[in-house]
Nanobody
Framework: QVRLVESGGGLVQPGGSLRLSCAAS????????MNWYRQAPGKERELVAA???????NYADSVKGRFTISRDNAKNTVYLQMNSLKPEDTAVYYC?????????WGQGTQVTVSS
């Protein structure tokens, strides 16, 4: 059974930091690109950060220099370190595992940036 379980979300003040984790099971983690998406109220889901099986990373322009995605294949876990958070980062953050043929999603974790 495929599972992606996000954790680490919460309420943080502007300028603060959070670290999201996504624990994966039920598939060959190291063979999948891992992605973090987010969806704010009334907006479409958008890709925030991606890390390929090779370790190459990509980021949305809005988070470059502030967010860092990483993966630990030994722990089947992907992380999103979020620094210098802004109110516009408020959203539900989703973990995604993808190949050319399959795509799996977590249930999401809420991140709220507010004073």
């Amino acid at each position: 059974q495929v599972r992606l379980v996000e954790s680490g979300g919460g309420l943080v003040q502007p300028g603060g930091s959070l670290r999201l984790s996504c624990a994966a099971s039920g598939f060959s983690f190291s063979r999948y690109a891992m992605n973090w998406y987010r969806q704010a109220p009334g907006k479409e889901r958008e890709l925030v950060a991606a890390i390929r099986t090779t370790g190459i990373t990509n980021y949305a322009d809005s988070v470059k220099g502030r967010f860092t995605i990483s993966r630990d294949n030994a722990k089947n876990t992907v992380y999103l370190q979020m620094n210098s958070l802004k109110p516009e980062d408020t959203a539900v953050y989703y973990c995604n595992a993808a190949t050319d043929w399959f795509s799996y999603w977590g249930q999401g974790t809420q991140v709220t940036v507010s004073s």
